[in-house]
C-alpha cells in the first residue's frame, strides 16, 4: 500500500512544473547583481547536492540516497520557483526504497538540469548524460561531473549504460 501511495505522490508531483526562474529583475542594479549572484550560490549548491545523490543512487545504497536527498530538499528550497522540485527531493528523502528513489530522481533530474544549465558561472565541465533503458525505455537524462558513465538508474546492474549527451563549459 506505500508503494502505490508513493507513486501516486509521485505521479502528481511530476504533473507539476520545474524550477521556475524568477525572471523578475529590479530596478536597482546592484540589488539585482546580488540577488543574481545569490542565485548562481544557491544553484552551484543544488548542482553540488544533486550530485551526492546520484553518487549514493549509483551506489545503490537507498539509505544514503534518503540523506542526501534531504540535504537536497534544503538546497532546492532556497531557491525561489522551485518547490515543486523540493518536494520531489523531500519525497525521495521519505524512503530507502531504491527503486522508488530512483523513480523520483528521473524526475527531479528534469527540474535540475535546465536549472543547472541556468547557472553563469561554471568553474568545471558538467555532463548531462543519457540511459535510453531508464523509465521503462522511455530514456531519462541526469547531471554528472565526470564524462565516464555511472548510471544512478541501474547502478550495479548496468553501472555503465548511456553516455554522454551535452557538455556544459
Request: charged share 25%.
Amino acid at each position: 500500500m506505500k508503494k502505490y501511495l508513493l507513486i501516486a505522490a509521485i505521479a502528481f508531483t511530476a504533473a507539476l512544473s520545474a524550477c521556475e526562474p524568477s525572471g523578475k529583475q529590479n530596478s536597482n542594479s546592484s540589488q539585482a547583481n546580488e540577488t543574481t549572484a545569490g542565485l548562481q550560490t544557491d544553484t552551484a549548491k543544488v548542482y553540488n547536492a544533486y550530485l551526492q545523490v546520484k553518487n549514493d543512487l549509483v551506489k545503490t545504497d537507498g539509505n544514503a540516497a534518503k540523506g542526501s536527498a534531504g540535504e537536497l530538499a534544503k538546497t532546492l528550497n532556497a531557491i525561489k520557483g522551485c518547490a515543486e522540485a523540493t518536494n520531489l527531493a523531500k519525497n525521495m528523502a521519505a524512503t530507502n526504497d531504491i527503486k522508488s528513489q530512483r523513480i523520483l530522481f528521473l524526475q527531479l533530474s528534469q527540474d535540475v538540469i535546465p536549472l543547472v544549465k541556468g547557472m553563469k558561472s561554471k568553474k568545471e565541465t558538467i555532463y548531462i548524460a543519457y540511459c535510453p533503458m531508464a523509465d521503462e525505455g522511455k530514456g531519462g537524462y541526469w547531471l554528472s561531473a565526470q564524462k565516464e558513465i555511472k548510471n544512478p538508474y541501474y547502478g550495479d546492474e548496468m553501472l555503465e549504460c548511456g553516455e554522454v549527451k551535452e557538455e556544459i563549459k
